[in-house]
């Protein structure tokens, strides 16, 4: 079944959800025209149907190999690059001073979301371009940027990111990449790298490795961490690929998904050391790497997002025709379509309630990203960049988590045929799996939002989001439709247990940390029930209000009716199972 | 990692979480020595462990290919099913004057839990078997019994069951196959066949396929469906097998998961028809079938926590070995293996739990099933045969949605590594993930639940499951050990989330079936939080009672304030949520 890019959702959504009406109204986006969005949406749409969407299956099927130490990609998927960098796409939010179309994050996102859709394994190529640009604008020097940022801008030439080592996976401190000074003013760089998404590929004439290494005098730990431009290929004077670096892949994983992705063992520095670049200063990449990291992260949640759409969209026409059995809702001759099974409605429910609310808050992020960046105001732009950090591991981590439950509900719905390869329904459930995964593990996500997002402000950003849910549900308070159902008391009730949950967490902070992260993977959870119950509201009070009849009330009413009502289990779980989990390690034993 | 049995566990929850050391000590299982049960397990474990374990990869990577229309299993693959044939392990619970060991179906139970963790795939050959050798000696006549089983029970010939077609999955009302009368009392069959489990393969001489199909005369619908024998090969006069009958593989499909066991399109009568014979009476074949299935439904439970238990010794020992960062609980040098992160640790106590509660459920299940059969008191055998009718769907579904849980945790704790096909994690999840869809969908294990089950003696059925669970609970509330947490506040919310939802369902499968099934998977699930933590819990008791120190303390623990608390969440989805289930096929409307 070919994807259709849900275009009026994803405006819906941003209009409604994430502050794009009234950001437009506000000047928030006073460069852009009303129906601009729907304008450039309609054209990402086209590319995501029209070149990604086809040669997807085929990156399932073939996948990437490596022949003669190069890496081939899928048959036609070096031709949907080309066509990435005729649209100009990568170059969407790069300010116009360096190239790019300066547009907001928000509408990257949604284009990002339906690219995704369409084929994953394809887009995570371009997309680690975007970090890579944004760490050369704010770390890198001028010289770095002139030579570099015009080709990743335009999508000309990709970028990579190599941070993990085989000892150095979550913790970077372990890492052992060298970098040695040389004489002009360059580096050279030697040492294994693993888990390198496109590390080598036929698409593009050349490759922009971002890579960290360890200086000879560097000071141990994540503080003696240095990250380097490698590229490929060394330019020639003109500018133009010349000789090959010291740089090759050695080696392909053979993975669960994402087959079209090539996941490379790059070594560097196997002859005189690749040539590299240095981004920034010396012993500072991690913070260069900070901020390739924060966008990647939501880029990952919307890979949750498109995953789950994707399969949703899969199940539903599956749902609606095949038929079996008899249904009561279902009046005409013959077997009824499964859609008419309660049970069957149940399942893609589930599927659109929690990817639509995942997509709500992935939405939310990047519009707070636009207004940290594009406010008036210098207090509320800080106000909305501290709200991106504090939902950025929600968005990449519940949305992921998500995308494989709702994946995974998907090939349900199909019965025995979700099983079967071809049907489709099984490759997006292997590709979204990855998702959870890289980018900091979900696990990592939840400490990182209980450590260190909690305590900003002294706990008054969360206090704030919290402010903020609860404006929503007043207004929801005074819609009395039998249609809303008990949408309004289960999300107070949800966002009341967050907030007892969240008061826990900023108390044990101080007192005992370890208690606290015991609970930040269902502290985040039920982070994203009552955000993501939230935001579906909205979009429920809008639809009410006229906005369109997509079933967004139905929708956020099973949300909250059947998913949110999980809060108080997950609150439990926070703030009174603390000690069950801590005192395990007899139970874990080998042996036991 | 290799697959080591843990029949420790096993044991302990077959002697106090299902009823063995009982059933020793007031004779229900008279003929078995004490120390009967560790002997056996502790053979089959050796089969496990020394034959099926290590041809699983090769299962995984090989898979069954389809050459010149004979289908070849994976290397090692038939030398393994000649030691199952050697090993006599297909006749555990066939009755001794069937020519089997006549063992309590709990035991055969623990065995292939063993067997289907060290090899998922491979087993599903000799387990079609078990509900084979049900059926025939159920409902077939002498000879057909004469001719077939001593080859079925010896494990010599193994069986397959052959319902699916492609337009009758779920509903067999819709089954074409045809079936004429021949003769000589035998019958030609002839039609297709799909989702063929070993519909052929070379471990065998021969196989004996199972076959529903439609005789020309039948009535329409499920009252006019045959069950036939249709073997391979015919026979000779010495009972050896002679000339090939005419049903063939035709196709084999390309799977998600379990690539060494082929799933067969079978093609019947192609020429002159295939020769079949009849089980049991004409137009009586789903009552042969039912026979089989519900066997074959607690198989399936069986797999998910087989795959559980895999997926979690599969993480346990690498969190254990892998080294990340830095935690409170680690006093050692450099990095901490990765255990000591709360996280960590959290997810791995995840996975014990809910596969020791899932197999907790399917041993229960198990025992009441040997109960029915082997208490002297025909009321009390009566009340068994019900409890088992009632905790089958709950068995089969519960057990195999924590597989899939269970097994993508597992790869989660690998990092990076799990998404790499080397590491085995991924196979887990892969293997597992069929389990929840085959044997009927969870779906409509849920459904059965809820509608057939549920109004067994008016509600007296699942009433008295309830106040077993308060009996436990009672003790539990005798013990004031600090170890056990909220265990038993927690459990006593959830049986009583439980017995609400039981009487909401009661009251509405006469006034709303809709309304019923609206919740029949929450409602499953609820089912499975309460009587699994409450087994759990019978564990704890063990263990204080000076059992063993296996950790059953800490596990009901967790699974009590971490998973149980998640009742009120479910009895709510399920009694206040059905009109938003119901009404929501507007929302899923293709266009919208």
Known sequence: MPYRAPIDDILFTMNHAAGMKEGLASGVYHDLADDFARTLLTEAAKYAEEVLDPVNKAGDQHGSRLVDGEVKTA???????????????????????????????????????????????????????????????????????????????TGEWPATMNLTEPQAGSDLNALRAKAERAANGTYRISGQKIFITYGDHDMSANIVHLVLARLPDAPVGTRGISLFVVPKFLLNADGTPGARNDVKCVGLEHKMGIHGSPTCVMSYGESEGAVGWIVGEENRGLACMFTMMNAARLAVGLQGVAMGERAY?????????????????????????????????????????LTHAARAICYLTADATDRSHRLADEAARKRAGERVALLTPIAKAFSTDIGNEVASIGVQIHGGMGFIEETGAAQFMRDARIAAIYEGTNGIQAID????????????????????????????????????????????????????????????LGASVEEALAGATPYLRLFGFAR?????????????????????????????????????????????????????????????
Chains 1, 2 share one sequence.
């Not at 990435?84 to 990568?90: F, N, S, V």
């Not at 950003?461 to 289960?490: C, H, Q, S, Y």
């Not at 929708?555 to 009716?561: K, L, N, S, V």
Request: hydrophobic content about 45%; aromatic content about 6%; glycine content about 12%.
């Open 449 to 508: 939002l209980v450590q260190r997002k909690l305590p900003m402000g002294g706990g008054d950003v969360v206090r704030r989001e919290i402010v903020d849910m609860r404006a929503t549900l007043d207004r929801l308070d005074e819609v009395n439709a039998p249609e809303f159902g008990a949408m309004a008391p289960r999300l107070r009730e949800a966002v009341a247990a967050l907030e007892r949950a969240t008061e826990w967490m900023l108390g044990k």
């Open 532 to 592: 993501g119950g939230v935001s579906l509201a909205e979009l429920a009070l809008a639809e009410r209000a006229g906005g369109r009849a997509g079933g967004a009330i139905a929708t956020a009413r099973f949300f909250a009716e059947q998913i949110a009502v999980g809060a108080a289990g997950l609150e439990a779980g926070v703030t009174q199972g603390a000690a069950g989990v801590l005192n395990s390690l007899a139970a874990l034993d080998v042996a036991s």
């Open 313 to 353: 969209q899969h199940a539903l026409v599956y749902a609606h025709e095949r038929r079996q059995g008899r249904a009561a809702s279902y009046a005409g001759e013959g077997m009824a379509p499964i859609i008419h099974h309660p049970d069957v409605r149940r399942n893609l429910m589930t599927m659109k309630a």
């Open 75 to 153: 048959p036609g998927w070096k031709d949907a690059y080309a066509k990435w960098h005729e649209g100009g796409w990568a170059g969407v939010v790069t300010p116009q001073e360096h190239g790019g179309m300066g547009l907001p994050h928000l509408l990257n996102s949604a284009c990002f979301e339906m690219w995704t859709a369409a084929n994953m394994a394809f887009m995570l190529c371009p997309c680690l371009s975007f970090g890579a640009v944004d760490a050369l604008i704010a770390h890198g020097s001028k010289e770095l940027q002139q030579t570099w940022l015009p080709r990743l801008v």
